[in-house]
């Protein structure tokens, strides 16, 4: 049985790829972009969440956790994540759901079954299944069987990826994907790797195999003011994207600093939290620049 550690299966979804799609969440990135809105996928392990604004103060999870990893300071509720082993029972016992585990095992046929549900939708409006995260391709197996079986029921499998992996892990999936999206943050790989963590070129050398296998390719530029939001950044990656050989187009997306109460909930800090979002004029601007290039270019 092939299994993988999900956080969510968000169903009529209509962001991630085209018609109404079920988008699966996978757990694990090796990627950190400081701006990432989904926080909670980044580690590979379940996680505990904890939103202080719900707690109501009932004590019960410092009865329960085996670690004391809960105390009560001047009758306020504290924890100590350094304890925490993420075993979940204290979310178990926490009726207010002020304590959430984030991730959890599921089998692909599982998955599967979920996805299965729509399919009448996903014939009316040419949709499918996405899988994201996280990177999925960090849960190769579990993604291939979701997708294999995805397939052979006759359903549009697409994938959300950064494509930082060596080119045999791709090679395996684009076998069973019909649409690849992935994203080109920054074509200086110095500047990249300052943003997240990781250098560049295995991402633009995957992204021209990905083109040349003939894999309908979506390239997606997260617009971050102070790190790409320049005339020069997104020109560079659109010179970049238009000497693709296949079927590819580009998206700006819109940068948004939504992600606070996760980060929070989690116990890291928000880099991003204070950055303003990039106007509607910066937006048609930069997209302005991108169709020079004489790409088609969509923009959030
Ligand atoms: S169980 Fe939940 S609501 Fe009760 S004290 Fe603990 S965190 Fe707060
Ligand atoms: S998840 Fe387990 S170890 Fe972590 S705080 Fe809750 S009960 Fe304690």
Redesign the pocket.
């Known amino acids: 049985m092939t299994t993988g550690t999900i956080t969510d299966i968000q169903r009529f979804s209509i962001h991630d790829g085209p018609g109404i799609r079920t988008t699966v969440f996978l757990k694990g990135c090796n990627q950190r972009c400081f701006w990432c809105h989904n926080p909670e996928t980044l580690d590979s392990k379940p996680q ?1 969440q904890y939103f202080a604004d719900r707690c109501i103060g009932c004590g019960a ?1 410092v009865e ?7 105390t009560f300071v001047e009758g306020v509720h504290r ?1 100590d ?1 350094t ?9 178990d016992t926490c009726y207010a759901r002020a ?1 959430v ?1 984030v991730g959890e095992t599921k089998s692909a046929d599982e998955v599967v079954d979920v996805i299965i549900r729509d399919r009448a939708f996903y014939e009316t409006s040419g949709g499918g299944v996405t899988l994201s995260g996280g990177d999925p391709m960090l849960q190769l197996e579990f993604s291939e069987a979701v997708l294999a079986r995805c397939r052979d029921a006759g359903i549009h499998t697409a994938i959300e990826t950064a494509a930082n992996v060596p080119w045999e892990r791709l090679e395996r999936i684009i076998a069973v994907s019909d649409l690849v999206m992935m994203d080109i943050k920054h074509m200086d790989s110095d500047r990249h790797q300052a943003f997240t963590g990781v250098p560049n070129e295995r991402i633009l050398a995957n992204a021209r195999r990905l083109s040349e296998n003939g894999v309908p390719l979506i390239i997606r530029t997260p617009i971050v003011p102070g790190v790409n939001d320049d005339k020069e950044s997104i020109g560079a990656i659109a010179a970049f994207v238009s000497e693709l050989p296949g079927e590819v187009s580009y998206e700006l997306l819109r940068f948004h600093a939504m992600a606070t109460a996760k980060y929070d909930s989690l116990g890291m800090v928000y880099e991003a939290a204070t950055i303003q979002a990039p106007t509607t004029e910066d937006m048609a601007r930069l997209t302005e620049g991108a169709r020079t290039w004489g790409l088609a270019v969509r923009h959030s």
């Open positions: 505990l999870c329960r956790c085996p670690q004391g990893a809960h924890l994540r304890r925490c082993v993420a075993c979940g029972a204290c979310a304590l585990m």
